[in-house]
């Protein structure tokens, strides 16, 4: 089957075929690194982390750019009011995005650029767009003009005669009623203080939409495949890229326009300004496993939206616990032969779990072909129908699934040293046929989230995540 994407420009779900063959060019809208970034941001960076996996998985180069915006609103205020530059202000959140990324297990992107450090690209462009009149200036300040772009609107399906049209904004995020002329460039004024460039435009910053346009086609040239974000991207910010990049190019900017939906808590959108939020260093510091946070947020279909709780955490944790309980198992297996009902299940599984995640990254109906798969072995494991040759056969489909989903492989696991000598104690009152030392320990150990499993081969240990 072909992999189709559900484009948000035609309301659709299109075949994906790249404008250069086997190569994906992509851009994802990355953080406004003024703080810690919540996990709704997250659910929406690991839907294009799963993304790029299955392009990755189906044989595409990929290419992404994920840009960082250190310059706005937000991120003046906040570092004017520590007295700080903007840089210092800003380092230690950049560093604590890609140390999350890293705890979540995203892959790295190709690029990461920086909206402070691309001024001259987008001072170029905004160039372009006064030189074709699609642009004006007032006060020092350079805004589109959205009347001069009669495809306007389309992204967000929004139809212009029937909105009143305002006159001028000049903030980055405005609601639909607003929709207006948006600001290119925001000239410089005593609030500023001394954040401005200096530039052939005049004195001042860059407006927020005009970022994305100049670091995409920096890095990816002026029309590439695959743009992605979260729904609330849509309107105004991808809808105005749209519309200065055509315009400064006169071409097509994207061919697909991919949306996740929202994180929420309690039915309303998690989201710092409304306070239901969580950051992912709350939930470690309360002791969540971090790939059970990933496995939560990365079960749920990218367009329907995902309400969090700490139940649904927990029992995305016991999924998670199901799945390394049945891989450790395969691991213990050494009986000999083969049983052809193993393959079977195994070829199934491929090809129910790439039925799914080919129709728009359909990630629920991949993972009940994994849960189906991990049933009827179970099944088999039980009447001892499995060998050593079906376990590995069935283990290297769980890692090819991993490539994907990027959490089913427990990571590697040591016991510090107390625990280790408190293992060797138990062993040695077992020896001494001391049941009560042993069980003791055995409740110790479990408090300190280590499980004991004594088995015909000795004493085994793992993990509570
Ligand atoms: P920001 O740092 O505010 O620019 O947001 C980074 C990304 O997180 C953007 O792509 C947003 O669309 C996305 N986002 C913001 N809030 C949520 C949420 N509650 N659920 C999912 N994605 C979100
Ligand atoms: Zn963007």
Not at 250 to 267: I, P, Q, R, S, T
Request: charged residues 30%; aromatic residues 12%.
């Amino acid at each position: 089957m072909s992999l189709v994407f559900f484009n948000t420009l035609t309301r659709q779900k299109e075949e994906f075929v790249p404008i250069e063959s086997g190569k994906v060019k992509m851009y994802t809208c990355g953080p406004t690194v003024y703080d810690y970034p919540h996990i709704g941001n997250y659910r929406t960076f690991l839907f294009e982390d799963l993304l790029r996996r299955y392009l990755k998985y189906k044989g595409f180069q990929v290419t992404q750019v994920m840009n960082l915006t250190d310059i706005d609103d937000k991120i003046i205020i906040g570092s004017q009011k520590k007295g700080i530059s903007l840089d210092e202000y800003t380092a230690p959140y950049k560093k604590i995005f890609f140390e999350d990324l890293n705890t979540l297990n995203a892959e790295a992107s190709e690029f990461y650029p920086e909206a402070t450090k691309h001024i001259k690209e987008m001072v170029k462009i905004i160039k372009k767009l006064l030189g074709k009149k699609h642009a004006y200036e007032i006060e020092g300040s350079i805004y589109f003009k959205i009347s001069t772009f009669p495809e306007y609107g389309k992204l967000s399906k929004m139809n212009l005669e029937e909105l009143k049209v305002g006159t001028r904004v000049k903030a980055d995020e405005y609601e639909k009623e607003q929709v207006s002329d948006f600001a290119l460039w925001k000239a410089w004024d005593e609030k500023d203080g001394d954040i401005f460039w200096e530039t052939e435009i005049g004195k001042g910053r860059p407006g927020w939409h005009i970022e994305c346009s100049a670091m995409s086609m920096k890095y990816l040239g002026e029309y590439f495949d695959i743009h992605t974000g979260g729904v609330d991207n849509i309107f105004p910010h991808h809808e105005n890229e749209i519309a200065q990049s055509q315009c400064a190019t006169g071409k097509k900017f994207v061919n697909f326009w991919l949306h996740a939906e929202h994180l929420l808590v309690d039915n309303k959108r998690m989201a710092k300004r409304y306070g239901n939020f969580y950051t992912l260093r709350d939930l470690l510091d309360k002791g969540w496993y971090p790939m059970a946070i990933r496995y939560l947020l990365l079960s749920t279909y990218y367009r329907q939206q995902l309400n969090f709780t700490l139940e649904g955490l927990e029992a995305a944790k016991n999924s998670l616990q199901r799945i390394f309980d049945f891989s450790d198992q395969l691991e213990t297996i050494e009986k000999e032969g083969k049983n052809p009902q193993a393959e079977r299940l195994v070829i199934s599984a491929k090809e129910k779990f790439e039925a799914g995640l080919d129709d728009d990254l359909n990630v629920s109906i991949g993972l009940a072909a994994i849960f189906d798969l991990i049933y009827e072995v179970n099944k088999l494991l039980r009447e001892n129908q499995v060998s050593k040759t079906d376990a590995q056969l069935i283990l290297n489909q769980m890692d090819s699934f991993d490539k994907v989903l990027g959490y089913l492989k427990k990571p590697e696991e040591s016991l510090d040293d107390k625990a280790v000598q408190l293992v060797e104690r138990r062993e040695k009152a077992r020896q001494d046929k001391d049941w009560q030392l042993a069980d003791k320990i055995r409740k110790q150990l479990l408090e300190m989230g280590i499980i004991l499993e004594d088995t015909s081969a000795g004493t085994k240990w793992k993990k509570k995540i």
